[in-house]
């Protein structure tokens, strides 16, 4: 993975001292709470229902067992014992002083990580796919482009003020496992004929209270022209986009009201002076970020021990199919870890485990973690013939839940419990879900289930495959429902079941959703075939009464 060079040190050391200055100012009364606010926020401190809470960028989801036992130190010196994986492959703190978020981010500068540009209206944390590196459909490895676009990206004097919060996703495989098409921008690595690396750019896409689906704007951008492709369409977006009206101030909409063609006209008049130019990557360049990215030093092995763990446990048997994935390179797997057990809010690990996940990851993984925008960890390197070993000490700290995929593996952000922009609770109706469903989860197959306790769409909720959206209704929590969404390659929003349903009905009307999908699937059609098959007609029935 990569590693922090002088510079960077510098850089991050120099920023935690600028921020202790600003907190010291602020809390004597020096700076206002306007003029605090966007200093905070370019830090990742935002001020939530009952305490300030502390976004920590995980750049493309990759962290060491070092950084992890950070984490956990400071859940533990600063915090409550515990923290939260995003759906942007970060950690949040709930629970921070504001006198110690600059103590905090001291200690995570020695570990090389930082909050800038975790929040605000700025280029965010660059995510990519979990698998990066060890996918055998993958066209490139994405991490070291991820890595360059977040180098050129972090503290840019031009876009550190844009008109919104700005969000770019990588893929590296023909199979996208990093949603970009519901990114500001999504980057398709790709060949071209003569097999050279080069992207596909999608632009426009977002989630929050106007979902878009973004659109290809280029069909190829050769990787030395990236960085100047990215820049004209920042560029663009940063003169034209609206600053008037925060609602409409994402460049989906911008692109939307445009239309295209004229934004893509745009672009290209751009990039038409900057082309060529000192953004222009060179092989050397590429190469010195991608030599911090070569794979680990794997051994040679056979399935053979796996083969009779598989035949005498009925349990691992289970979880190897559920929570593990092919890799490849033969003799290795991929493991899922699941954070979505009958315990804890989704997404939250406590200080016991995040250590103990750090050992684990330094006897079994080479000491990587890699964090998923589905809320969930992942040791990418398995040996097979360790798989066992792994499970049983994976089952002794509750991280062994053999439920990806299913409908408790859902996706939930913190919602009315934490956040204030929220209109409704989410964790307790996860939890309740994930009670009526546990024994049954993996009887019904795959179901994406994607809840958010806001409009803002921080759970995903508009392409779930069951999605849940809290409301408010004149100080009562409702929840609406759509059907039919999708994260994959083919991304599609949900549509809207019917009216919203109160609160105390929300479970029963999953269940209802459940129970017509068993009734109408065949043999081991998956949840989203079935819908496509018979329709939403026959769900509404079941849960509003057939007219």
């Known amino acids: 993975m990569y590693s922090y060079n002088e510079f960077d040190q510098t850089l991050v050391n120099e920023r935690v001292e600028q921020f202790r200055d600003q907190t010291k100012r602020y809390l004597s009364g020096g700076l206002t709470e306007e003029q605090f606010r966007p200093l905070r926020l370019m830090n990742g401190l935002y001020i939530q229902t009952h305490a300030p809470m502390l976004r920590i960028n995980i750049p493309y989801g990759l962290l060491s067992s070092k950084q992890l036992r950070m984490l956990a130190t400071v859940s533990r010196e600063y915090d409550k014992d515990y923290v939260h994986f995003t759906t942007r492959q970060n950690v949040q703190y709930n629970w921070p002083a504001l006198e110690r978020v600059p103590d905090i981010l001291a200690d995570l500068a020695s570990v090389e990580m930082h909050g800038i540009q975790s929040s605000g209206s700025c280029i ?116 034209y986009g609206r600053r008037d009206n925060k609602y409409k101030a994402r460049i989906k909409i911008l692109v939307r009201e445009t239309g295209l063609d004229t934004f893509s006209a745009q672009v290209d008049a751009e990039w038409k002076d900057s082309k060529g130019g000192e953004l ?25 021990q796996l083969n009779t763990d598989l035949a005498n446990s009925g349990a691992f048997r289970q979880w190897f199919k559920q929570n593990t994935r092919e890799h490849k390179q033969t003799g290795y797997r991929v493991v899922s870890l699941s954070l979505k ?60 839940t053999a439920n990806i995929g299913t409908i408790t593996d859902m996706i939930c952000c913190p919602g009315l419990d934490f956040c204030s922009l929220a209109n409704a609770s989410s964790i307790d109706i996860a939890q309740g879900i994930t009670e009526k469903f546990t024994d049954r989860a993996i009887d019904m197959g795959s179901i994406k289930l994607k ?94 009464g057939a007219n």
């Open 124 to 239: 965010r944390n660059i995510t990519s796919d979990p698998l990066a590196g060890v996918c055998a459909d993958e066209v490139e490895d994405p991490r070291p482009y991820c890595e360059i676009i977040r180098q050129w990206s972090t503290l840019h004097p031009e876009f550190s003020y844009l008109p919104r919060k700005f969000k770019i996703a990588i893929s590296g495989s023909p199979k996208d496992r990093a949603i970009t098409q519901m990114h500001d921008i999504g980057l398709h690595m790709k060949k071209d004929n003569d097999g050279c690396i080069g992207f596909e750019v999608l632009v426009g896409g977002g989630l929050g209270r106007t979902p878009v689906i973004g659109k290809t704007i280029a069909e190829f951008i050769a990787e030395a022209d990236i960085l100047s492709y990215l820049d004209a369409i920042l560029r663009v977006y940063n003169r």
């Open 341 to 400: 057990s009958p315990h804890r809010a989704p997404g939250d690990v406590t200080y016991d485990q995040l250590n103990s996940i750090a050992d684990l990851a330094d006897q079994y993984n080479f000491g990587e973690i890699r964090t998923t925008h589905d809320q969930n960890l992942v040791f990418a390197d398995i040996k097979t013939a360790e798989l066992f070993s792994l499970w049983q000490q994976l089952e002794q700290h509750q991280l062994a």
């Open 280 to 304: 222009t990557l060179d092989n050397e360049a590429i190469q010195q970020v991608k030599d911090f990215f070569t794979p680990p030093n794997y051994s040679s092995a056979d399935d053979a």
């Open 451 to 544: 809840m958010s306790g806001c409009m803002n769409g921080c759970g995903h909720h508009s392409i779930g495959e069951i999605g849940i959206l809290g409301v408010d209704k004149k100080g009562e929590q409702w929840y609406q429902f759509t059907l039919g969404g999708s994260d994959s390659n083919e991304c599609k929003l949900g549509e809207r079941l019917g009216r919203a349903i109160a609160k105390a009905d929300v479970v029963k009307t999953v269940d209802d959703i459940v129970n017509v999908y068993k009734q109408h699937r065949t043999g081991d059609e998956k949840f989203a075939s079935t819908l496509e098959r018979i329709g939403i007609q026959p769900f509404k029935d079941k849960v509003y």
